[in-house]
């Protein structure tokens, strides 16, 4: 394989263009030209005359008119291009294109020589600024903006304006930024999608053009993507199936790659398979941009989902594929069918999974009950819940359980009650690994029930549904575990994203735990104080996330050139996080690192998945590099990431 890994830091000089290259120069020639290019384009990508084009014409308006979009409803041909797209090399670019390209964009940093030699001589301010004062002007436009919806539109205007600067302000504001260019706020921007939209950023792939998903690859305008996260849009967050407007995901998941990992915004690829949507809601939008269609069988999906994974091959034979937000019952399909072949893992059930097996790990630290005494209640069963349990399975087996012993501490609970192999109703494939059969014949309908049955020591939420952890849910969690014995402490994990999913908040958890409760969620809340006297006590809560595992787990994979992604791979992810907190952390009673050292974190998460990769056999890099590596220990290898990863304007 070349070299994937080599140019995160130093994308191509040939870089990408909104402007393709020197077609506005040579006018006469290149107009003809231009207008000869565009007639076989229209005849190779419709062979039609042009009453037929005329009448194609008239569909589209009747069928704007019903509120659908005749184009994209009507074509299911090969789109045939006669030509491939060009750039233009930074070093030749001058004047506007230098400023509307965000990749190349410097804002108010090109110094005097350069805004000379890039003609760029009063088409912007004289002023030269510094990164700070850059950095100072953008919070304070975010913090004039009133709702997140605001602020995130604000950001995305920046980013599509200068990379770098954008880039530098999340970076280093990630505790106030992460919540708006990911989860919560980027779950209202997938449910309004169709509606804030104005410009393209990702590829937006529809069934009905799945005869040219090469042809759709190869117009990515910048080269060698390294990463890619694809949805289908089908369940969004906690959120349901939101069709194409589900591309939000993608492109929030990619913002963290390169702001919690390091990898460069040129090298990463967000893509939305469009195959319809069951949302009624977007069907009747008029605004909606998705295909109105009702989505297709599993089996039709299947093939989409073939030709896609080979076409993404084909063209890009580097990049790493990132599953996100397939609904539960494709989700492990393809993971199955694609992680022995291809560069792929499914972030919703290795990511979670590997996410709070990390915070898991600290949590029984601190909880005082014995790892082996540990008994966990899954609310919430599908492949966010299935893969965090087996996560956890693993992690058991590791410390020497028989794996019939490690599953046996896990009970999962669904809408219909305890998921026992004789409840009466046909279990899905990915529940069958956890159905109970010592429940003596006796169903357990309500979570209470299962948690007066089973006495867990924590209880996990994944079920996208708010409030499901109630008061006397979590008392009844507290009082378990103090009849074990004095000094011990519940673990509460509601996981389900975005906020207005989450089980319950961290305000009541404190509260109906009196204080002792150790706690994660999937999005982030606020610290919680309570007055005791003229005192206040401070609670922290943790942000479960899966950002602490896929960027760097992403990274580790590109970097050791990894042929595909294996569960030592994953496990090292989550083992290595759990091992990345600091002394302070600790001290503190945190069981995730401070999300501002988040990018910490992915570099201790990328090296050892690096590791993991080399002696699982997968790594593709030179032995030679291995060998010296190990000479220096880790240090060599953390400064070999460190050199590679993207900081801007640092
Ligand atoms: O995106 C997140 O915040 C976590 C995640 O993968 C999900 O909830 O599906
Ligand atoms: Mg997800």
Known sequence: MAT??????????????????????????????????????????????????????????????????????????EVKQDHTTEYIPKSAAGGYQVLREPLWNKGLSFTPEERVSKNLTGLIPHAMENTDTQVERCMKMIRSRSTPIDKYLYLSSLKS???????????DNVRDLMPLVYTPTIGDVCLQYSTLYTRPEALYISIKQRKSIRTILRNWPHPNPEICVVTDGSRILGLGDLGVNGVGISIGKLALYTGAAGIHPEKTLPIVLDAGTANEDNLKDPLYLGLRAKRPSLDVMQEFMDEFMEAARDVFPEMLIQFEDFETEKAFNYLSRYRDQYRCFNDDIQGTGAVVLGGYIGAVNLSNVPLDDQRLVFMGAGSAGVGVAKQMVEYYTRRGLSEQAAKDKFWLVDTKGLVTWDRGDKLPEHKKYFARSDNNGHQFRTLEEVIEYVRPSALVGLTATFGVFTESVVRALKASVDAGGSGRRPILFPLSNPLTK?????????????????????????????????????????????????????????????????????????????????????QKGLIYPR????????????????????????????????????????????????????????
């Not at 231009?34 to 009747?62: C, G, H, T, W, Y």
């Not at 304006?161 to 970076?171: E, T």
């Not at 590791?611 to 060998?627: F, I």
């Not at 953390?638 to 050199?643: E, F, H, P």
């Open 595 to 650: 999300i501002e050292r988040v990018r910490d974190a992915s570099l201790v998460v990328a090296r050892e998945v690096m590791k993991a990769a080399r002696r699982e056999g997968v790594s593709m890099l030179p032995e030679e590099q291995w060998v010296e590596w190990e000479e220096w220990g880790d240090v060599a290898l953390t400064k070999y990431i460190k050199d590679r990863v993207y900081d801007p304007l640092k």
């Open 161 to 171: 304006q200068n990379l770098d600067l954008f880039y530098r302000v999340l970076i």
């Open 4 to 77: 994937a890994g080599s140019d995160i830091s130093t994308p191509r000089s040939t870089s990408p263009s909104s402007v393709f290259s020197g077609r506005s120069s040579h006018t006469s020639v290149a107009s003809k030209r231009l207008s000869l290019s565009l007639q076989r384009r229209q005849s190779a990508f419709n062979p039609m005359s042009s009453v037929d084009i005329a009448s194609i014409e008239q569909r589209m308006k009747m069928a704007a008119l019903d509120g659908l979009r005749g184009y994209a409803q009507d074509h299911y041909g």
């Open 502 to 586: 989450a089980e319950c908040t961290f305000e009541q958890a404190v509260q109906w735990t009196e204080g002792t409760v150790i706690f994660a969620s999937g999005s982030p809340f606020s610290p919680f104080a309570v007055k005791s006297g003229d005192a206040a006590v401070t609670y922290w809560p943790n942000q479960g996330n899966n950002v602490y595992v896929f960027p760097g787990l992403g990274l580790g994979a590109i970097l050791a050139k990894a042929s595909k992604i294996t569960d030592e791979m994953v496990y090292m992810s989550a083992a290595s996080l759990a091992e990345s907190l600091n002394a302070e952390e600790i």
